[in-house]
């Protein structure tokens, strides 16, 4: 049974030159060689550190890709032995920053983790709480803003990352701190 998820169904219809061809000295890609496998190459230490802080046991692969309709996303392999394929849009790729990048990838992995853990429950809602076990909701916040900008559209944060934190008056800590004398 294949599996895919990704986080928007939308075509991105340009190719990996792009990518060689826009990358600055300031995105996550620069490398002395801009080469598609060494940005392959960082991209997936990224995932094996991600792997680690999320707790995640199989082997995954990334690859960039001229064209992901959904932008990023991670297949589920055909046979256990087999690892998971992180594909990513190449284009995509090149409009995200270091941690735009790494809210992507955790997003994806939180997929994976879903997958090993309960298969049945996939929601982009669960993916991303597992993914804010390692990156800040703002960021996968700029990942979603810059998805439903190439896609045309506009989503619903709150279906996609839970409700807000409730934020705490700077006086409710003042408040039971004077009860408690």
């Not at 928007?8 to 060689?20: D, K, Q, V, Y």
């Not at 002395?32 to 199989?58: F, H, M």
């Not at 944060?157 to 705490?168: C, E, H």
Request: proline share 7%; hydrophobic share 45%.
């Amino acid at each position: 049974m294949r599996f895919r998820c990704g986080l928007l169904r939308n075509s991105a219809l340009l190719t990996l030159a792009l990518l060689t061809s826009s990358l600055t000295p300031t995105t996550f890609a620069a490398e002395p060689t801009n080469t598609p496998k060494a940005i392959e190459g960082r991209l997936q230490s990224l995932v094996g550190d991600l792997k680690k802080r999320l707790e995640i046991a199989p082997a995954i692969v990334v690859t960039i890709v001229p064209t992901n309709a959904l932008m990023m996303s991670v297949e589920a392999p055909e046979e256990p032995a087999k690892p998971f394929v992180l594909s990513i849009d190449a284009s995509f790729l090149g409009t995200l920053t270091d941690e735009e990048i790494e809210a992507a990838i955790a997003h994806e992995l939180g997929h994976v983790w879903i997958f090993t853990h309960h298969p049945y429950l996939q929601t982009e809602e669960l993916a991303n709480q597992i993914a804010m076990r390692a990156v800040s909701r703002a960021s996968l916040e700029r990942v979603y803003a810059k998805v439903w900008e190439r896609g045309g559209t506009k989503g619903d944060l709150a279906r996609f990352l839970g409700a807000p934190p409730a934020a705490q008056p700077a006086t409710a800590g003042l408040a039971s701190d004077t009860a408690a004398h």
